[in-house]
């Protein structure tokens, strides 16, 4: 029995040696930004929705400065910024850096560019439990245990562009409101989640995983001749030698100026003098 006894104890000092020789610890740092990835991607998505939707084609062909002093102080103003210069671009308009250099002025301005978000939650929400001196081993709250729960966050843009011709101030065009969102709904059943969806995410997905859903994510695109800002295009060589159209307007608010008695005509397209349009899809390149 005593020998027994001594197998047993130095088999088991051989496992525990064992262990504490295998075994072992490991730390990874890790660190997050001030503002989470997605309030930026709701911020950016929905700028991008918001200054796609507004049509420059009028001004396509003309050269434009873009006074963008307004757009300073709004969040994410680089962004916004860029956005609406490479929508100009796409649409046919020749960017100049210097106002002296261009025929009309753009100038833009931001309503509303943030985020918010709701809760909805079915179940037991966190409690913090009262201390009392007799009582003093309860836990100092109770977790929140939740059956269904839903969190619904939005981005919201809203801008705005107006044109006038830089030597004389004469109103040229402006656009109307533009106001679009984004949005990212998380869901927790039963404890599992969060489940995302929205606009900012491809389909459903948990644990940056994609569910598959059947019918879902299987249109096909259509064929618009549209030059998004999210997609590749290829534009035509701008010709350098002065062109006359073939019915010039010299002046737009004068052309549009309706004689006494009469009704304004339509808002025409400004004629294209220098840049053409934009060729897409881009036609594939050749070795």
Same mark, same amino acid.
């Given at each position: 029995?005593?020998?027994?006894?001594?197998?047993?104890?130095?088999?088991?000092?051989?496992?525990?040696?064992?262990?504490?020789?295998?075994?072992?610890?490991?730390?990874?740092?890790?660190?997050?930004?001030?503002?989470?990835?997605?309030?930026?991607?709701?911020?950016?998505?929905?700028?991008?929705?918001?200054?796609?939707?507004?049509?420059?084609?009028?001004?396509?062909?003309?050269?434009?400065?873009?006074?963008?002093?307004?757009?300073?102080?709004?969040?994410?103003?680089?962004?916004?910024?860029?956005?609406?210069?490479?929508?100009?671009?796409?649409?046919?308009?020749?960017?100049?850096?210097?106002?002296?250099?261009?025929?009309?002025?753009?100038?833009?301005?931001?309503?509303?560019?943030?985020?918010?978000?709701?809760?909805?939650?079915? +179940?037991?929400? *966190?409690?913090?439990?009262? #201390?009392? =001196?007799?009582?003093?081993?309860?836990?100092?709250? $109770? /977790?929140?245990?939740?059956?269904?729960?839903?969190?619904?966050?939005?981005?919201?843009?809203?801008?705005?562009?107006?044109?006038?011709?830089?030597?004389?101030?004469?109103?040229?065009?402006?656009?109307?409101?533009?106001?679009?969102?984004?949005?990212?709904?998380?869901?927790?059943?039963?404890?599992?989640?969060?489940?995302?969806?929205?606009?900012?995410?491809?389909?459903?997905?948990?644990?940056?995983?994609?569910?598959?859903?059947?019918?879902?994510?299987?249109?096909?695109?259509?064929?618009?001749?549209?030059?998004?800002? +999210?997609?590749? *295009?290829?534009?035509?060589? #701008?010709? =350098?030698?002065?062109?006359?159209?073939?019915?010039? $307007? /010299?002046?737009?608010?004068?052309?549009?100026?309706?004689?006494?008695?009469?009704?304004?005509?339509?808002?025409?397209?400004?004629?294209?003098?220098?840049?053409?349009?934009?060729?897409?899809?881009?036609?594939?390149?050749?070795?």
């Amino acid at each position: 029995m005593i020998q027994y006894q001594s197998y047993t104890s130095q088999a088991l000092w051989v496992i525990a040696i064992g262990i504490a020789l295998i075994s072992g610890c490991g730390t990874t740092r890790t660190s997050n930004t001030a503002r989470t990835a997605t309030e930026q991607l709701l911020i950016s998505d929905a700028i991008d929705r918001a200054v796609q939707s507004i049509n420059f084609s009028k001004l396509a062909g003309r050269s434009v400065y873009f006074d963008e002093r307004h757009l300073y102080e709004v969040v994410d103003d680089g962004y916004l910024i860029s956005s609406f210069r490479q929508h100009l671009l796409a649409s046919g308009c020749i960017l100049k850096d210097a106002r002296e250099q261009a025929t009309y002025v753009i100038e833009p301005r931001a309503g509303a560019i943030g985020t918010d978000n709701d809760e909805l939650l079915f +179940g037991i929400p *966190a409690t913090n439990v009262p #201390q009392l =001196t007799l009582l003093s081993g309860l836990p100092s709250a $109770i /977790p929140e245990v939740p059956v269904i729960k839903r969190r619904h966050q939005r981005g919201v843009a809203k801008v705005a562009v107006f044109a006038y011709r830089r030597d004389t101030g004469e109103p040229v065009w402006q656009s109307g409101i533009a106001t679009n969102e984004s949005s990212s709904d998380d869901t927790w059943f039963l404890g599992a989640g969060p489940f995302k969806r929205g606009t900012i995410h491809d389909g459903v997905s948990y644990a940056d995983r994609k569910i598959f859903q059947p019918g879902i994510g299987s249109e096909k695109p259509t064929n618009k001749q549209v030059v998004s800002i +999210g997609q590749e *295009a290829v534009f035509a060589r #701008q010709s =350098t030698a002065p062109t006359t159209p073939t019915n010039p $307007i /010299p002046y737009l608010a004068t052309a549009l100026r309706p004689p006494a008695g009469s009704s304004p005509p339509p808002v025409a397209a400004l004629p294209i003098d220098a840049a053409g349009p934009a060729i897409f899809p881009p036609p594939a390149e050749t070795k």
